[in-house]
């Protein structure tokens, strides 16, 4: 694993570093939680292919949701590490390994743990709280992450000020992680021959 902690996540050289990277938060894009190639594959290797060329645009990227999110999180953070007796670092991103053709930017790091922290609207906070189990949704971007940090376990918490917070651990997957692993591979081949297409016109 390769921590970047050169800049803050969703500054300027933050988006620009993402431009072309299949990241965790859209790894269910990649494959399905059974394994196996998603049917957006394309349309996510496109996306990327042209930001790789054209950049992120950043007025496009956040929807309302995102940014409420983000005002939220401060609080939630500080909350886990009163809770937890942690302090958390904050990279902007982690990649796998030197090539830098897949990464994760997660909420926080401890040592051999990670946290991915959820600030989501109020129903579908308690619906985490009564489910009690890592929402569908996020199965591929938690996994994704311990695929690229490399480690066993990571926290995922939703929060809602207000209300109790829903957090879990999560033990890492092999079986899908070498599923990712093996379409993360095809993937980017394919992602890289697209952005050759492109630039050859």
Not at 131 to 157: C, N, R
Request: hydrophobic letters at 35%.
């Amino acid at each position: 694993m390769i921590v970047e902690t050169g800049f803050e996540q969703n500054s300027d050289a933050w988006f620009d570093a993402k431009a072309g990277v299949p990241s965790s938060s859209r790894f269910a894009d990649i494959i399905t939680t059974k394994g196996e190639p998603s049917i957006s594959t394309d349309g996510y290797m496109y996306k990327l292919a042209g930001e790789y060329i054209a950049g992120i645009d950043r007025n496009n990227y956040m929807s309302w949701d995102m940014k409420r999110g983000l005002e939220i999180q401060p609080r939630a953070e500080r909350f886990f590490e009163f809770t937890h007796g942690v302090k958390l670092e904050h990279p902007a991103m982690c990649y796998l390994d030197e090539r830098k053709d897949r990464l994760c930017s997660p909420d926080g790091l401890m040592p051999e743990i990670g946290l991915e922290i959820k600030c989501p609207k109020m129903k579908t906070h308690v619906g985490y709280f009564i489910d009690k189990a890592l929402p569908y949704k996020y199965f591929q971007q938690v996994h994704g992450s311990m695929y690229i940090t490399g480690f066993k376990y990571w926290w995922f918490m939703s929060y809602y000020p207000g209300l109790p917070p829903f957090e879990i651990k999560v033990k890492r997957n092999e079986k899908f992680i070498s599923a990712l692993a093996k379409e993360l591979d095809k993937f980017v081949d394919k992602l890289v021959m697209t952005i050759r297409k492109i630039k050859g016109g």
